[in-house]
């Protein structure tokens, strides 16, 4: 039997969305291929029979559980699904040290971890699971889909591909090798300097207060990370952030690589104002070039939405769309 790491989970409902009385949601634990015990919320339908069709969701990158996953799990499993929320490694309530820390290859495993837990539940129909990713981690189910013929559906809601903005900055304006060369001796620079005082300097979350000149979507995130709308004490954005050095290794990997394989039902959802919409539009470009599963293949774009309304806008978020896409495809 693989042992978990015993975790301190919160007992009371500290998300900030409202709860739906007519959901079950309790705490669970499990541990993925690196050891690291991963902490989720479980949302399930009321009065549910039978084995059900199953949700793992994550992200926004540097959120946690308690902000739009849960919303997303908790609203997806009043559909009629069992759904989870969980923390990546190294951040919430989830195991792993050091803390504040990513990478590509663990946070992907956390999905194909979150499926293995779901495969094994009595309640859940092992053939009918299914990902969502946010933001971040909306580029992480993609590489997880790619590599999990388990995950028979994924929908990735405003995302990023952090592997291309973290090599080529933000609308690829850094996309050459001396700013890539800058930017490694300034990681490598700071891990000397984190070495030495035993100690990893934190990069700072969602910048605040608010500078007048702060880009668009700088102001939309601030509205919701540092705001009663979205701010949460164990959130990265809504606080200290990430390690300075905790994207060494997504400067040298590329999560995208062999989507246009991908067999199983995707779908990719962006607002058209989104400041990141180009990263959706590409991918899924790039998903159905010379792909030969093409069909079950959707990108969904929403007018006049931006980034952060697809965090946590009830009105604007395509609950419906993704209900039917699950259903069709989890069936």
């Known amino acids: 039997m693989i042992k978990t790491e015993e975790l301190q989970l919160a007992g009371e409902w500290d998300k900030v969305f409202p709860r739906n009385e007519e959901v079950e949601h309790k705490k669970v634990t499990f541990v993925n291929h690196f050891g690291i015990t991963l902490a989720a919320d479980m949302y399930m339908p009321k009065e549910a029979e039978g084995k059900l069709p199953a949700i793992a969701v994550s992200g926004p990158f540097g959120a946690v559980k308690e902000q739009s996953s849960g919303l997303y799990a908790q609203e997806m499993a009043s559909r009629g699904f069992i759904t989870i929320a969980f923390d990546p490694s190294f951040t919430g309530e989830s195991g792993g040290v050091p803390r504040d820390m990513n990478s590509p290859d663990i946070n992907v495993e956390d999905f194909q971890a979150a499926v293995d837990f779901l495969s094994v539940l009595e309640n859940v129909d092992p053939e ?160 159905i070039k010379d792909g030969k599963y093409t069909d079950n293949k959707e990108l969904y774009i929403i007018e006049g939405a931006s980034h952060t309304d697809l965090y946590d806008k009830m009105d604007i978020i395509p609950f419906d769309k993704m209900q039917k896409f699950f259903e069709k495809y989890l069936k």
């Open 128 to 287: 009918k699971i299914g990902i969502i990713g946010i933001c971040g981690w909306g580029g992480m189910a993609l590489s997880a889909a790619c590599i999990d013929t388990r995950i028979k559906a994924t929908v990735a809601s405003t995302m990023y591909d952090m592997s291309r903005v973290t090599t080529k900055g933000y609308f690829d304006s850094a996309d050459n090798e001396e700013a890539r060369y800058q930017m490694r001796v300034n990681i490598n620079n700071q891990r000397t300097k984190d070495y030495e005082k035993g100690e990893y300097v934190h990069g700072g979350g969602v910048i605040d207060p608010l500078p007048e000149d702060a880009p668009y979507f700088v102001k939309d995130y601030h509205a919701y990370y540092k705001t009663d709308r979205g701010y949460h004490s164990r959130s990265l954005n809504s606080n200290d952030g990430w390690n300075v050095t905790a994207g060494t290794s997504l400067m040298n990997t590329r999560l995208l690589a062999y989507s246009n394989e991908i067999r199983n039902a995707v779908l990719v959802i962006h607002g058209d104002k989104a400041h990141s919409c180009y990263m959706s539009k590409d991918a899924y470009a790039d998903m």
